[in-house]
């Protein structure tokens, strides 16, 4: 019998998805191949084939038949769309899963099961080969029946800050085989007594507190309304120079011409009603710049960007420069909220000071593009920033609450003067590129600060309280000068392959390891305090003197 057969791409920038409909249900079938958005009620069982990122959406649900194996198939996509979590193909719940006797396969430590605000009802079922097994953020809530294994993951289970209770249920959570069985984040709820962790790589439970003061956990900036009589514009196209002055309201998409440009005067406030004409929830009105952009407020008067009416993330679409690569693009006193991406470039060319970004899905992306930015925050978004291929330029850069923090790809970085709190996976995460850092601090983060594969030069670089390492260097060229690691759970430093260069600074009250070798790397430390180790008589050093052919330490 032929297999039915439902592939469904993802369409990048504006365009999202079409929905995934229900298949056919004959007495047998073979393979079926799905991918991209859940609608309605889609029921599925065998063996399925999940092609591209599948998400359900708030409203629909995925039923999964008992013998229903999943296959997820390993992404080498740079994954530039914000709504999703990790680098390999994955299932974000927004909506509802419920799946019993169910098997969830990821290749290579890739993906995952993220259950993104929505309902995941489990029972008997198996989760395997993910960066992160099951996900919980935004709410999510968890019910487990009968036994559940998660195994050969990064990390079992996360727990991220949210509702009480997060996982629920009698069913006894098997998590055994991963580098990390479970990770609660500081704020989330307690790690559940129905979790059985053992067997674990790295470590069974990563758990903490937060260091520092309590951030204000969850809330963004306010949604103001408009005032009575502002100006109401619908779709439209600007093929010459426009003006907005005080509030304005948007019901469908700015389109900004070549050689045009839209000005935003001090004290302007523009806000996008909802459109979700494919039902994903997420906003479509939005501004969409091949030309340029002009919104320079003052501190007196800063220009705001709004969801109305006020309702989390995704309200709206995002201000999109493509392919703007002439002319000027400036923002600056600049306040984006409740988008599903804040700031979004492809090919061009802005600059943005003192922007506040709040309750996005991502607050800045760009790909291929010239970024320059002073005094940016964001918070309480699924993620900070990500780009790649770029030139970028950072300065006074902070973030806090966020579920994944800053991600480079292939792209020269320079960044200073920043504080990121509670980013939740990492800090800063570099792969492939020329990063140069100096003057930061992160805190609360899995990771503290990661790179891979690239060239890092680090000064007056702080982590603190980190769950699994503070920095974090994998088959890269590392030197850093006055840096500073402390309170790590595990190890203030982590190498896996590449050289790396420590000069001045300290590493301190580090739970498992000052620096731990992960891979034969080169690592040599002169001039570096190291103290306060948590567990008193261990060695503060994993290296070949422990496990040989990790290469050793030098420390002078």
């Given at each position: 019998?032929?297999?039915?057969?439902?592939?469904?791409?993802?369409?990048?920038?504006?365009?999202?998805?079409?929905?995934?409909?229900?298949?056919?249900?004959?007495?047998?079938?073979?393979?079926?191949?799905?991918?991209?958005?859940?609608?309605?009620?889609?029921?599925?069982?065998?063996?399925?084939?999940?092609?591209?990122?599948?998400?359900?959406?708030?409203?629909?649900?995925?039923?999964?038949?008992?013998?229903?194996?999943?296959?997820?198939?390993?992404?080498?996509?740079?994954?530039?769309?914000?709504?999703?979590?990790?680098?390999?193909?994955?299932?974000?719940?927004?909506?509802?899963?419920?799946?019993?006797?169910?098997?969830?396969?990821?290749?290579?430590?890739?993906?995952?099961?993220?259950?993104?605000g929505g309902d995941a009802a489990l029972s008997g079922c198996k989760v395997s080969g993910a960066e992160g097994g099951i996900s919980v953020l935004h709410h999510g809530r968890v019910?487990?029946?009968?036994?559940?294994?998660?195994?050969?993951?990064?990390?079992?289970?996360?727990?991220?800050?949210?509702?009480?209770?997060?996982?629920?249920?009698?069913?006894?959570?098997?998590?055994?085989?991963?580098?990390?069985?479970?990770?609660?984040?500081?704020?989330?709820?307690?790690?559940?007594?129905?979790?059985?962790?053992?067997?674990?790589?790295?470590?069974?439970?990563?758990?903490?507190?937060?260091?520092?003061?309590?951030?204000?956990?969850?809330?963004?900036?306010?949604?103001?309304?408009?005032?009575?009589?502002?100006?109401?514009?619908?779709?439209?196209?600007?093929?010459?120079?426009?003006?907005?002055?005080?509030?304005?309201?948007?019901?469908?998409?700015?389109?900004?011409?070549?050689?045009?440009?839209?000005?935003?005067?001090?004290?302007?406030?523009?806000?996008?009603?909802?459109?979700?004409?494919?039902?994903?929830?997420?906003?479509?009105?939005?501004?969409?710049?091949?030309?340029?952009?002009?919104?320079?407020?003052?501190?007196?008067?800063?220009?705001?960007?709004?969801?109305?009416?006020?309702?989390?993330?995704?309200?709206?679409?995002?201000?999109?420069?493509?392919?703007?690569?002439?002319?000027?693009?400036?923002?600056?006193?600049?306040?984006?909220?409740?988008?599903?991406?804040?700031?979004?470039?492809?090919?061009?060319?802005?600059?943005?000071?003192?922007?506040?970004?709040?309750?996005?899905?991502?607050?800045?992306?760009?790909?291929?593009?010239?970024?320059?930015?002073?005094?940016?925050?964001?918070?309480?978004?699924?993620?900070?920033?990500?780009?790649?291929?770029?030139?970028?330029?950072?300065?006074?850069?902070?973030?806090?609450?966020?579920?994944?923090?800053?991600?480079?790809?292939?792209?020269?970085?320079?960044?200073?003067?920043?504080?990121?709190?509670?980013?939740?996976?990492?800090?800063?995460?570099?792969?492939?590129?020329?990063?140069?850092?100096?003057?930061?601090?992160?805190?609360?983060?899995?990771?503290?600060?990661?790179?891979?594969?690239?060239?890092?030069?680090?000064?007056?670089?702080?982590?603190?309280?980190?769950?699994?390492?503070?920095?974090s260097w994998q088959d890269g060229d590392v030197t850093m000068t006055r840096c500073r690691a402390s309170g790590s759970v595990l190890d203030g430093v982590s190498a896996t392959g590449?050289?790396?260069?420590?000069?001045?600074?300290?590493?301190?009250?580090?739970?498992?390891?000052?620096?731990?070798?992960?891979?034969?790397?080169?690592?040599?430390?002169?001039?570096?305090?190291?103290?306060?180790?948590?567990?008193?008589?261990?060695?503060?050093?994993?290296?070949?003197?422990?496990?040989?052919?990790?290469?050793?330490?030098?420390?002078?």
């Amino acid at each position: 019998m032929l297999s039915a057969v439902f592939l469904l791409l993802l369409v990048p920038c504006i365009s999202r998805a079409p929905a995934l409909e229900a298949p056919p249900s004959p007495a047998e079938r073979t393979e079926v191949s799905v991918g991209g958005r859940i609608s309605g009620k889609v029921d599925l069982s065998g063996r399925i084939r999940v092609t591209e990122d599948l998400l359900i959406p708030a409203g629909a649900a995925l039923v999964l038949r008992p013998g229903t194996v999943l296959v997820f198939v390993k992404s080498e996509s740079s994954k530039v769309d914000p709504e999703y979590f990790y680098g390999g193909t994955e299932l974000v719940v927004r909506g509802r899963l419920l799946a019993e006797g169910a098997e969830f396969r990821f290749p290579g430590r890739t993906g995952g099961v993220v259950v993104d605000g929505g309902d995941a009802a489990l029972s008997g079922c198996k989760v395997s080969g993910a960066e992160g097994g099951i996900s919980v953020l935004h709410h999510g809530r968890v019910s487990a029946r009968g036994s559940i294994l998660v195994t050969d993951c990064r990390v079992g289970v996360a727990l991220f800050p949210g509702r009480l209770p997060a996982w629920e249920g009698e069913g006894e959570v098997t998590l055994e085989g991963n580098a990390v069985g479970a990770v609660r984040f500081p704020g989330a709820p307690e790690i559940p007594g129905t979790f059985r962790p053992g067997k674990n790589e790295e470590s069974d439970v990563i758990s903490w507190t937060r260091d520092g003061a309590a951030s204000a956990e969850g809330k963004g900036f306010p949604s103001p309304a408009p005032a009575r009589g502002a100006v109401r514009i619908g779709d439209t196209f600007l093929d010459r120079d426009r003006t907005f002055s005080g509030d304005v309201i948007v019901d469908g998409v700015i389109r900004v011409a070549p050689g045009a440009t839209l000005t935003v005067e001090p004290g302007s406030r523009v806000f996008f009603t909802y459109r979700d004409t494919d039902g994903d929830g997420i906003g479509e009105n939005g501004i969409f710049l091949q030309g340029n952009l002009s919104a320079r407020g003052t501190k007196e008067k800063p220009i705001g960007f709004y969801p109305f009416p006020p309702g989390g993330r995704g309200r709206w679409d995002a201000i999109n420069f493509m392919v703007s690569e002439t002319g000027e693009n400036v923002l600056e006193h600049v306040e984006i909220v409740g988008g599903y991406r804040g700031l979004h470039a492809h090919f061009s060319r802005f600059s943005g000071k003192q922007v506040r970004i709040a309750d996005c899905y991502r607050g800045i992306q760009f790909q291929e593009s010239k970024v320059d930015l002073t005094g940016i925050e964001i918070v309480s978004s699924a993620s900070a920033l990500r780009c790649r291929d770029s030139d970028v330029r950072i300065s006074g850069y902070r973030t806090r609450e966020t579920v994944f923090g800053s991600n480079f790809l292939r792209s020269a970085v320079r960044i200073e003067a920043v504080n990121v709190d509670s980013p939740g996976w990492y800090g800063f995460r570099f792969r492939e590129s020329r990063v140069e850092a100096s003057d930061g601090a992160v805190r609360n983060a899995l990771v503290g600060v990661s790179a891979q594969e690239g060239e890092v030069r680090a000064d007056r670089f702080r982590t603190g309280s980190a769950g699994l390492a503070g920095f974090s260097w994998q088959d890269g060229d590392v030197t850093m000068t006055r840096c500073r690691a402390s309170g790590s759970v595990l190890d203030g430093v982590s190498a896996t392959g590449g050289k790396v260069a420590m000069a001045g600074g300290a590493i301190s009250g580090f739970g498992r390891y000052a620096v731990k070798l992960g891979g034969p790397a080169d690592v040599a430390l002169r001039g570096v305090e190291v103290s306060d180790a948590k567990e008193k008589g261990a060695s503060p050093i994993y290296d070949g003197r422990v496990a040989p052919g990790l290469g050793i330490v030098k420390v002078e």
